[in-house]
């Protein structure tokens, strides 16, 4: 019985993180031509209603209503929603501007900066082995930093920092992640409504009542955020966060094959060696991971 939770966690995981680094990189991809702000507009107001909806078919608006009256975690989740619209924002801004690669060097080095957070914040326990896996990604930004600093990899920061702070804050306040996720987007949805109506006003909105099917398949931005949380959270209570969190690195694996081989973006000798000491890191934390669990 523990195999078969084992496997199905490991299949559901990796389903999450394949549609992650795979589909939700080729849809927001299709889309960017409208703007990457209507486009992370449009994440956040169907991401809500579509929370909206899974919260009433699986019936938990008794957990929503919960953590209302709970102060404290809902200042929390301000916070996280905060950090959860940055990411997204930061992300989609790389995908319209042909920077995947970039974004795909910040969930690379995201769980290794994740390691660092959880000995500061939790104090969790540091080996030798991802003490240097931290070393070594330290020296792979810095590297490109000094090397080339008019390419910065200020997007890669974005998103590690913003998603590795966002797993930090949830992991603090231990809430559903689906319930929490639509707690953050109601945060968020005020402030997606009033750029929206901005945006609309001024004649720059591609989502008119006059084309139905563009309205739909923009609609689909909500069901892109979630299908894949709901897979990978799935994945993670079934095998656990060691072997989950090594399937994770099918997402930035996917987002760089992407960024490189089928929209040709550019990767220079300074990235492919920062990308090395990346990997090497990686490679490093995630035999470590398999030894100590």
Request: glycine letters at 6%; charged letters at 15%.
């Amino acid at each position: 019985m523990k195999s078969l939770n084992l496997n199905s966690g490991i299949l559901f995981a990796f389903s999450g993180s394949f549609w992650w680094g795979f589909f939700g990189v080729i849809y927001f991809k299709y889309f960017t031509y409208i703007g990457h702000i209507e486009l992370v507009i449009h994440r956040c107001l169907w991401t809500s209603l579509t929370l909206f909806i899974t919260t009433s078919l699986f019936r938990k608006w008794n957990i929503f209503f919960k953590i209302l009256k709970d102060k404290k975690k809902l200042f929390y989740l301000a916070i996280s929603g905060f950090l959860i619209f940055v990411n997204w924002g930061v992300w989609i801004y790389a995908i319209a501007t042909n920077r995947i690669i970039d974004a795909s060097f910040g969930y690379f080095i995201m769980p290794i900066l994740s390691v660092l957070l959880g000995y500061y914040f939790f104090k969790e326990k540091l080996n030798k082995k991802r003490i240097f896996s931290i070393s070594l990604v330290a020296t792979s930004i810095l590297f490109l930093i000094f090397v080339n600093f008019k390419s910065l990899p200020w997007v890669g920061l974005v998103v590690a920092f913003s998603w590795g702070f966002y797993n930090l804050v949830r992991k603090k306040i231990n809430v559903d992640t689906d319930v929490g996720l639509l707690i953050e987007s109601l945060f968020i949805f005020p402030f997606a409504i009033a750029i929206f109506y901005a945006i609309t006003i001024s004649g720059y909105n591609d989502f008119k009542l006059s084309d139905p099917s563009m309205m739909f398949l923009l609609f689909l931005a909500g069901p892109m955020t979630v299908i894949p949380l709901f897979l990978y959270v799935r994945g993670v209570e079934l095998s656990g966060l060691g072997p989950s969190g090594m399937i994770f690195y099918v997402t930035p694996s996917l987002q760089f094959i992407l960024g490189y081989f089928y929209y040709n973006e550019a990767f220079s000798l300074t990235k492919l060696v920062s990308f090395i000491f990346i990997w090497i890191a990686v490679i490093i934390y995630l035999k470590d991971l398999h030894e100590t669990n």
